[in-house]
């Protein structure tokens, strides 16, 4: 049964990530953690296939210098801290940085499990369409591809002290037209987009022991 099941291995790293930087630290320090983060995954996947995976869908982080938290927190007065969406360069910069170390480990995995599909999702650059396309894509353009569809007020309408769901934070009328939710979390018509990229798109990759690209479609994901 386990040879014929898709096993999903992420994303982790998110919270790990998450708090040292809601904390004040900054990027720079950030990247002491990733090769800790990369070798949990690692764990995690040589674990699974000693129990007999052999199908994984291991995917990288997102563009978190998108995220409306990050946004407020981190915001600045000089526009070359900014990439032409309006996300924070450094932040998306760092989110790159994970993904290369983890598709470096990957691959690594692959020579060692060479009877293993071990699959990389780039939800990086899913999650960026979004953000660069927002209205041929079917939302809601401008300033409010950035700002958060339940949240306090501001800018891009999150307040620490007034998050989603508690009180002095309001939502949106449509969030099927929004990106982002709640300054941390997407909405779920962004999630489906990007999902859809993973089955039917070709934001999928995996890298064999000779560094030949296969490509993975939906025709290996929907036969598992």
């Not at 071990?118 to 650059?125: R, S, V």
């Not at 209205?135 to 002290?161: E, H, M």
Request: with cysteine.
């Amino acid at each position: 049964m386990l040879r014929n099941a898709l096993f999903t291995v992420g994303e982790i790293g998110g919270n790990d990530y998450n708090d040292p930087l809601l904390e004040g630290k900054n990027t720079q320090e950030l990247q002491t953690l990733v090769p800790e983060v990369i070798n949990i995954i690692s764990s995690a996947i040589t674990a699974l296939i000693d129990e007999g995976a052999v199908t994984l869908l291991v995917p990288g982080n997102f563009p978190i210098g998108c995220l409306s938290s990050y946004l407020t927190i981190f915001e600045s007065p000089n526009q070359n801290d900014y990439d032409p969406s309006g996300c924070i360069k450094s932040l998306n910069e760092f989110a790159l940085f994970h993904n290369q170390h983890l598709q470096n480990e990957l691959n690594r995995l692959r020579e060692i499990y060479p009877h293993t599909t071990i699959i990389y999702a780039d939800y990086y650059n899913l999650a960026m369409d979004l953000f660069r396309f927002p209205k041929q894509l079917g939302f809601n353009g401008t300033s409010r591809t950035l700002a958060s569809c339940c949240g306090g007020g501001g800018r891009y309408n999150y307040n620490a002290s007034a998050k989603c769901g508690f009180k002095g934070s309001t939502c949106c009328d449509d969030p099927s037209l929004r990106v982002n939710w709640d300054g941390i979390h997407l909405t779920e018509t962004a999630y489906k987009w990007i999902a859809t990229g993973i089955l039917e798109r070709s934001f999928t990759s995996c890298i064999s022991s000779k560094q030949h690209n296969v490509e993975h479609s939906i025709s290996l994901l929907s036969s598992l």
